[in-house]
Nanobody
Framework: QVELVQNGGQLVQTGASLRLSCVAS????????MGWFRQAPGKEREFLAA????????VYGDSVKGRFVIDKNNAINILYLQMNNLEPGDTAVYYC????????????????WGQGTQVTVAS
């Protein structure tokens, strides 16, 4: 069993940067691949980024490539999403997730999810 607790969401202005974090705990948590998704009202859950459990491989969604960076600290089991140059279109509820599959972009491949955190980007 893995538990994911998120924090860091808030209201920011266009062009701002924000870092989300996701604290992971539980059995063998460091062996899980980790990902970030978001969901805006009326839209499907969108893949943003994922990182292999060893940390050497990262994958990004096209909409955030070059602006968002995923990273994790294996020593303390915290996953991060650094978001730069935020736009109003980034407004959504953001979720971290953990899974054993390397099908990183498919939300159905993740077994555990954080509670979600709201990010709002004002124009």
């Amino acid at each position: 069993q893995v538990e994911l607790v998120q924090n860091g969401g808030q209201l920011v202005q266009t062009g701002a940067s924000l870092r989300l974090s996701c604290v992971a705990s539980g059995s063998a948590v460091s062996s899980y691949n980790m990902g970030w998704f978001r969901q805006a009202p009326g839209k499907e859950r969108e893949f943003l980024a994922a990182i292999h459990w060893r940390g050497g491989i990262t994958v990004y969604g096209d909409s955030v490539k070059g602006r968002f960076v995923i990273d994790k600290n294996n020593a303390i089991n915290i996953l991060y999403l650094q978001m730069n140059n935020l736009e109003p279109g980034d407004t959504a509820v953001y979720y971290c997730a953990a899974g054993l599959s390397q099908n990183y972009k498919d939300y159905a491949a993740y077994e555990y999810w954080g509670q979600g955190t709201q990010v709002t980007v004002a124009s």
